[in-house]
């Protein structure tokens, strides 16, 4: 068994715009994050990934890129970054940068050559097309945003593509030199000593326009292994790409071992399972456990060979995982606790979205105003015109819309959550005063430790990282029971989803004894029998036969002075 160093590491992801601000202008920097390496490393994170630092008008905050090889002025400059690079090395933190190669702002000066004449040199980086006869759209895709994938351009008379805002053209990866380009650009930053790549939206770079395909195009894993050659072959880096379309099948055409493409990628079945079948996201829906179970089991089963699973409840896209899953008013530190070793215990690399350690929920808005995302904006506008009524809509978009996950960093008890000394660019929760990390470290039965605590098992026990997998009670409603074994090691995880007390009759095979790694409740020794469950109590619990000498659950020193003093806003 062969392991590979980022299998054993946990990712924690950072929106810049949101983390840290370190200059008062209500907007999160590079320098805010350097800030807080301490923080982290505390944690226990190996990798960060950092959603797009680049310059951009900032139209899709950030996922518009207008200079691959500039920094954002608001999140710093050159030097920060430098400094964040090797602050973050000296406490053995890699640093994974957002790859947006679908596409570009229409600010890119590739785009601003293409549009001046159909042929000028930079016009098939794009995707163009003729109006049709009768003068219409050249096709009926659709923007994810909102109204249609396509855009005209009098100037030259010819619609460009976008798959997001008209303002994210469509890079056309038909052309040779434009991924020439790309690659150059890859190992400009690979060369300055990053971790690797996130890579955005990387199933639909293969589009076939004129077939009418987007995602899963006839070219797509070419292009990841040309990608591969070019940039990746002989480097140790970790890459993943978002993948909505992935399936179990081509999840191990992007990351099957022998293929040379990704290291992981990120599926979504388990998110989009939990959604509403005619409006999608942006109409509430109860949470379903049993379909949650079948879809992750089977990403368990499929990638238990080869390829392998990325982990993860939330990130800058989805709702906090705390809110969605858990029960964030009646069961806050149960919950959020019960979904960190539910989801850390499975096979695969664990993902954490900033401010998931400390709880954070969703962001409660109640008016339109008070939203930011250029989405939630765009589909607010259609769904009304539509004939939804706006109230509707607002009951979807604070279940499941982007800027859930995008209200500021909660640090402390002061001010905006310590997040700024200024007025942050989107309202801080007002649960602040008791959500914040300072509150969490200090508190031994944290949900902030307990990540922490899951974060170290995990790099102490093989098992959590190779161990097979296998669930049990599949069709019950409420506990997720699953085992993972290697040679004859096997633990037995077990999590409450719900704020019922839940008796359940455990089958045979999972009889046994041993000793508690981590719990949200008090440790067990005895499995056997009928087995009650507390309120979204969860444990994972090492069969005796193995057990290695030292107390996980052991309680850890009180919070050192210069942690505390690394939590303090500095502006
Ligand atoms: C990805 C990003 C999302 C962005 C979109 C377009 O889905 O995660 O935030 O809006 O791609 O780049
Ligand atoms: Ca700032």
């Known amino acids: 068994m062969q392991t590979t160093w980022w299998q054993s590491e946990t990712v924690y992801q950072i929106y810049p715009r949101s983390f840290f601000d370190s200059n008062g202008d209500g907007i999160g920097d590079i320098a805010g994050i350097t800030s807080r390496l301490d923080y982290l490393q505390r944690l226990g994170i190996g990798l960060l990934w950092l959603s797009p630092i680049f310059k951009s008008p900032m139209d899709d905050n950030g996922y518009d890129i207008s200079d691959y090889q500039a920094i954002a002025p608001e999140f710093g400059s050159f030097d920060d970054f430098d400094e964040l690079l090797s602050e973050a090395r000296k406490r053995d933190i890699g640093i994974l940068l957002d790859l947006v190669v679908n596409h570009t702002s229409d600010e890119h000066v590739w785009f601003q050559e293409a549009r001046k004449s159909r042929d000028n040199p930079f ?46 053209p469509d890079l056309n990866w038909e052309n040779a030199d434009m991924r020439r380009d790309i690659y150059g650009m890859m190992n400009w930053w690979l060369d300055k000593g990053i971790a690797g790549f996130r890579m955005d939206v990387i199933d639909r770079i293969g589009k076939q326009v004129d077939e009418g395909v987007t995602t899963d195009g006839p070219h797509l894993h070419d292009y990841l292994q040309e990608m591969h050659r070019e940039t990746l072959a002989g480097r140790d880096v970790l890459t993943v790409g978002e993948a909505w379309s992935a399936t179990p099948g081509s999840a191990l055409l992007y990351t099957g071992r022998a293929r040379n493409e990704l290291s992981m990628i990120f599926q979504f079945e388990h998110v989009t399972q939990q959604w509403d079948k005619v409006y999608g996201k942006w109409k509430p829906k109860p949470f379903d456990l049993v379909g949650l179970k079948s879809v992750l089991g089977k990403w368990q089963m499929a990638l238990s060979d080869d390829g392998w699973n990325s982990l993860f409840w939330g990130n800058h896209d989805l709702p906090r995982a705390v809110s969605r899953y858990g029960d964030a008013a009646g069961f806050h530190r149960e919950s959020a606790t019960m979904l960190a070793t539910a989801l850390h215990f499975l096979k695969g690399t664990p993902f954490v979205y900033q401010g998931e350690e400390i709880g954070m929920t969703n962001a409660a808005f109640s008016s339109i105003d008070q939203y930011k995302d250029i989405e939630t904006l765009n589909m607010h ?55 914040n ?23 102490r026990h093989p098992i959590m990282v190779h161990g097979a997998f296998q669930s049990y009670l599949d069709q019950h409603p409420k506990l997720f029971v699953y085992t993972r074994r290697l040679g004859d090691e096997r633990i037995v995880v077990m999590a409450n989803f719900s704020a019922d007390i839940v008796t359940a009759t455990l089958p045979t095979e999972l009889s046994t004894q041993g000793r508690t790694l981590i719990t949200n409740y008090e440790p067990r020794e005895r499995l056997e029998g009928n087995i009650e469950m507390k309120p979204y109590e969860a444990f994972a619990l090492l069969e005796e036969t193995l057990v290695a000498v030292a107390d996980d659950n052991k309680a850890e020193s009180a919070l050192p002075a210069e942690l505390t003093k690394a939590l303090e806003p500095q502006a």
Request: proline share 6%.
């Open 123 to 168: 016009r098939d980086y794009y995707v163009w097309r003729d109006p049709t006869d009768k003068g219409g759209l050249p096709n009926q895709l659709n923007s994810d945003f909102g109204g249609p994938a396509w855009t005209f351009e009098s100037a030259t008379g010819q619609y460009y593509f976008h798959q997001f805002s008209h303002r994210q």
């Open 381 to 435: 506008r259609l769904h009304v015109e539509a004939g939804r009524s706006s109230e509707e809509f607002i009951a979807g978009a604070n279940q499941n819309g982007r800027d859930n996950a995008r209200t500021p960093m909660q640090w402390s008890a002061a001010p905006n959550g310590g997040f700024t000394t200024g007025v942050p660019w989107i309202e801080t929760n007002p649960n602040f005063l008791r959500i």
């Open 437 to 459: 990390a300072e509150t969490e470290m200090g508190d031994e039965r944290s949900i902030w430790n307990h990540y922490r605590r899951l974060i170290e098992l995990r790099k």
